[in-house]
């Protein structure tokens, strides 16, 4: 019983370390346990870059974002939307001290515009609807001009005027109320006031000082109005060419005029008006007849904006029952609730 009872027991010690054994060995817990080191070829070394010159791009690397070799300036505006626009072929900086004259009309001695090339200028704005429409039609053919506010209507409708700015035009003046500054009547004094208040109503309107360049309303220019802009270093303005605009009994008139003496020309400043709506109307088609015979445009620009007189401006902020220019846009004044 006792010889029984002890083999018993040995065969159940023996099972006990047989599964101990096996636990330990085969069991699945052994794939637990840490990985031996092993040893990794050394990383391939990057190819060595010429000075200047960047990495080449891996073929199986994706290229999400790339930053460029030159910071580009925030100044920088984005290309032309459209590719065969008229566009600008060169930009003139004016110095315009003392005074000097531009456009043949009036002015021989400046003759700066090769053949083919004109500049284009706009009077008497701003205006609603055929200002706007003006600065569509530049904009769709990505060009530039020079515009010659009146004084009241800058007033009128200053944040018009500041489109024109912020479109990149030149901005000058052309009298206050547009007076006629050579007649018997317009004494020195009236002639300067109407200078001066035309200039400080325009820096009131766009917020920030006009250029110095001037043109007198019918192109009448007068001698001692004449000489006070000179003592003032601006810049003074008649044309090569009158779109006559302001008579034309449509849009297709202001086109053939202009490209009649365009074509017989050469070159020049043209003179037309964005205060008129056959104007607006004949822009576009105009640029296009002016990209299509080879002309080209050039922008004129001031050197240096014009400092206009203290007491003027005082004076015009005075007399202004409102103000002139609002410092919050329309939307944040007039909000529409319902249609």
Same mark, same amino acid.
């Given at each position: 019983?006792?010889?029984?009872?002890?083999?018993?027991?040995?065969?159940?010690? !023996?099972?006990?370390?047989?599964?101990?054994?096996?636990?330990?060995?085969?069991?699945?817990?052994?794939?637990?346990?840490?990985? +031996?080191?092993?040893?990794?070829?050394?990383?391939?070394?990057?190819?060595?870059?010429?000075?200047?010159?960047?990495?080449?791009?891996?073929?199986?690397? &994706?290229?999400?974002?790339?930053?460029?070799?030159?910071?580009?300036?925030?100044?920088?505006?984005? /290309?032309?939307?459209?590719?065969?626009?008229?566009?600008? !072929?060169?930009?003139?900086?004016?110095?315009?001290?003392?005074?000097? +004259?531009?456009?043949?009309?009036?002015? %021989? @001695?400046?003759?700066?515009?090769?053949?083919?090339?004109?500049?284009?200028?706009?009077?008497?704005?701003?205006?609603?609807?055929?200002?706007?429409? $003006?600065?569509?039609?530049?904009?769709?053919?990505?060009?530039? /001009?020079?515009?010659?506010?009146?004084?009241?209507?800058?007033?009128?409708?200053?944040? *018009?005027?500041? @489109? $024109? !700015? &912020?479109?990149?035009?030149? $901005?000058? !003046?052309?009298?206050?109320?547009?007076?006629?500054?050579?007649?018997?009547?317009?004494?020195?004094?009236?002639?300067?006031?109407?200078?001066?208040?035309?200039?400080?109503?325009?820096?009131?309107?766009?917020?920030?000082?006009?250029?110095?360049?001037?043109?007198?309303?019918?192109? =009448?220019?007068?001698?001692?109005?004449?000489?006070?802009?000179?003592?003032?270093?601006?810049?003074?303005?008649?044309?090569?060419?009158?779109?006559?605009?302001?008579?034309?009994?449509?849009?297709?008139?202001? *086109?053939?005029?202009?490209?009649?003496?365009?074509? %017989? =020309?050469?070159?020049? *400043? *043209?003179?037309?008006?964005?205060? =008129?709506?056959?104007? /607006?109307?004949?822009?576009?088609?105009?640029?296009?007849?002016?990209?299509?015979?080879?002309?080209?445009?050039? @922008?004129?620009?001031?050197?240096?904006?014009? =400092?206009?007189?203290?007491?003027?401006?005082?004076?015009?902020?005075?007399?202004?029952?409102?103000?002139? &220019?609002?410092?919050?846009?329309?939307?944040?004044?007039? @909000?529409?609730?319902?249609?």
């Amino acid at each position: 019983m006792r010889n029984a009872l002890g083999l018993m027991l040995a065969s159940v010690g !023996a099972a006990a370390v047989i599964a101990a054994v096996w636990f330990w060995t085969s069991s699945p817990r052994v794939e637990l346990a840490a990985p +031996g080191t092993v040893s990794a070829p050394l990383a391939e070394r990057l190819a060595a870059a010429t000075p200047g010159k960047p990495l080449a791009a891996r073929d199986d690397v &994706a290229t999400t974002a790339a930053i460029p070799e030159k910071p580009i300036a925030p100044s920088q505006k984005s /290309a032309c939307a459209n590719p065969d626009a008229l566009g600008v !072929a060169r930009v003139v900086v004016i110095d315009t001290t003392g005074g000097p +004259g531009f456009g043949f009309e009036h002015f %021989k @001695q400046l003759d700066f515009l090769a053949d083919k090339e004109v500049v284009l200028t706009f009077d008497d704005g701003p205006w609603p609807g055929n200002t706007p429409a $003006v600065l569509k039609a530049l904009d769709d053919e990505c060009t530039k /001009a020079v515009f010659f506010p009146i004084g009241k209507h800058a007033t009128y409708h200053p944040e *018009i005027l500041k @489109q $024109v !700015a &912020a479109a990149g035009h030149t $901005v000058g !003046a052309h009298t206050w109320s547009h007076a006629n500054l050579n007649t018997k009547k317009m004494t020195e004094q009236l002639a300067k006031d109407e200078i001066e208040k035309g200039y400080s109503a325009v820096k009131l309107a766009l917020g920030a000082a006009p250029s110095p360049f001037f043109r007198f309303p019918e192109l =009448q220019h007068g001698p001692a109005a004449m000489a006070y802009l000179a003592s003032r270093n601006v810049a003074i303005f008649s044309c090569d060419l009158d779109s006559f605009d302001f008579r034309a009994k449509n849009p297709e008139q202001i *086109i053939n005029t202009v490209m009649t003496k365009l074509d %017989k =020309q050469g070159k020049g *400043i *043209i003179l037309m008006h964005d205060f =008129q709506k056959h104007t /607006a109307e004949a822009l576009p088609v105009l640029l296009r007849r002016l990209k299509a015979g080879g002309y080209k445009v050039v @922008q004129m620009k001031a050197k240096a904006p014009l =400092q206009t007189l203290a007491e003027y401006d005082e004076a015009l902020i005075k007399d202004m029952k409102v103000p002139v &220019a609002s410092t919050r846009p329309v939307s944040s004044v007039v @909000q529409t609730v319902s249609e």
